[in-house]
């Protein structure tokens, strides 16, 4: 157990609503991600962050945006949200000075 | 070319079985594999993490890695139907900081009938 949880774990919502996911940490680690995994396609990188307020895109960041204001916490805005936004989404941390990250246990949104 | 690849399966092998899952990949800079494992709905396990070419044992899992022929293995011994879950590797190069990435395969779909 990585000390990650996710927020919430299930939604369904309308096209075109905005949608905040949340991901929290309890171990202080400088480094989140979120990704999104869709059938056929695998996990996708969605954004990152590498400390407070400092945050990067990844390959699939379009009509997604991000926020870092806290160390524990990462926020995932889907700002209007659409169908091909229905997926599975991840949030992971990676412990400084290593290469595996750790996933948490995940968001299924639907967007009706 | 994908700079990963992985056989998605479906894999369906009988309790005991050994079972061997494969990927391969063509970015040369990739030195660091993991192989993670994620049961139905749930979020992605780590399961075998390696830096180096070569074998490495942990119980019924052995992870391998020829960067020659750029392909990795998991072997699983004695399967179990409790290892019925979907394998997924992963690799990233050497980087420094904030750009490092992982990428990952696909994944394998497997199946340990009683």
């Known amino acids: 157990d990585a000390g990650i949880t996710q927020s919430p774990r299930h939604k369904v919502t309308e096209t075109g609503t905005p949608v905040t996911l949340r991901c929290h940490q309890t171990?202080?680690?400088?480094?989140m991600y979120w990704y999104r995994q869709d059938p056929g396609h695998g996990l996708r990188l969605i954004h990152y962050s590498y400390g407070v307020k400092d945050t990067d895109k990844g390959e699939v960041s379009d009509g997604y945006s991000v926020s870092r204001s806290k160390t524990e916490d990462f926020l995932l805005t889907l700002e209007s949200a659409t169908s091909s936004q229905t997926s599975v989404y991840f949030c992971a941390i990676r412990p400084q000075s290593s290469y595996e990250q750790y996933f948490g246990p995940g968001t299924r949104l639907t967007v009706t | 070319q994908k700079e990963v690849e992985q056989d998605p399966g479906p894999l369906s092998v009988p309790e005991g079985a050994i079972v061997s899952l494969n990927c391969t990949y063509s970015n040369s800079a990739f030195q660091y594999f993991m192989w993670y494992r994620q049961y139905s709905r749930k979020g992605p396990e780590l399961l075998m993490y390696?830096?180096?070419?070569g074998n490495k044992e942990d119980g019924r899992f052995t992870a391998q890695v020829d960067k020659s022929s750029k392909y990795i293995s998991l072997f699983i011994r004695d399967s179990q139907p409790s290892d019925s879950a979907t394998y997924l590797c992963?690799?990233?190069?050497?980087?420094?900081?904030?750009?490092?990435?992982?990428?990952f395969g696909k994944g394998t779909l497997l199946t340990v009938n009683p």
């Open positions: 390696t830096y180096s070419s």
């Open positions: 992963a690799m990233s190069a050497p980087s420094g900081g904030s750009n490092y990435k992982l990428t």
């Open positions: 171990e202080n680690h400088r480094y």
